[in-house]
């Protein structure tokens, strides 16, 4: 499934300021959807590195809306990017489908149970407050994220209602972010579904020195080595050039050019 992002903030690395009126996210979730989106991710606070916090009412103040003109026009799935509980409560009110909680439901385990009453998936991201190096970054992020499914089921949630997000370019060095996507196929042990998100990301500017807009076919290249390895999702800023990469990965890995 492509996941096509829609920031409605004023600082994402990226698009920053992009989206912020009604008829810019109408427009914008037109032509992700007319581009191969099956979701789209609204965010409404910034993850890049040393980006500034939002408060609860700000970030109420451009997700609800956002999640208010999509559905005015339409049924595609809506995902929330955020770890308020708060947020996803309003925003599953509003007309969103699930959530995409950076923080794997550390910070308030809450969210999950707001999932849990809305019948909502939850997607649980790779992150830790602080980085330490790894020892083997694929154990030690299969442990940190028991630990949110833990929680998650503790909140009332099904398993089945789960997804998993390897978290690259968070609490992670370039290498830790390539050993992630190398090593992918290590968290189909959980038996959930699996998301990456690598659009865009610093690492990929490392190794291609471009600014952000010009890495969408470096994206891309992440896209299908994920596929290979086991990814059902895959969350983009171009979802055109992604959906074209994955239909042909697709195709490669089932050997047919048909979909059963």
Known sequence: ?????????????????????????????????????????????????????????????????????????????ISVDTWKEEVARQALIAGADMINDQWAATREPEIARVCAVFDAPLILMHNREEYTPYTDVMAEMKDDLQKSIDIALDKG????????????????????????IQGLQELT???????????????????????????DVATSATTVSGIFSGADMVRVHNVKVNKEAAVVADAIKRGSLTVD
């Open 1 to 77: 499934m492509m996941m096509g992002i829609l920031n409605v903030t004023p600082d994402s690395f990226s698009d920053g300021g992009s989206y912020m009126t009604r008829e810019d996210i109408i427009a914008q979730t037109k032509k992700l959807i007319a581009d191969g989106a099956d979701i789209i991710d609204v965010g409404g606070e910034s993850t890049r590195p040393g980006h500034v916090p939002v408060t609860l009412e700000e970030e109420l103040k451009r997700v609800i809306p956002a999640v208010e003109a999509i559905r005015s026009f339409s049924d595609v799935l």
């Open 189 to 215: 042990s959980f038996s959930l579904p699996i998301l990456l998100a690598t659009s865009r990301k610093g690492f990929l500017g490392k190794l291609l020195d471009v600014p952000a807009k010009e890495r």
């Open 157 to 180: 949630m099904k398993y089945d209602q789960l997804i998993l997000d390897p978290g690259v370019g968070f609490a992670k060095t370039e290498d830790d972010n390539l050993m992630a």
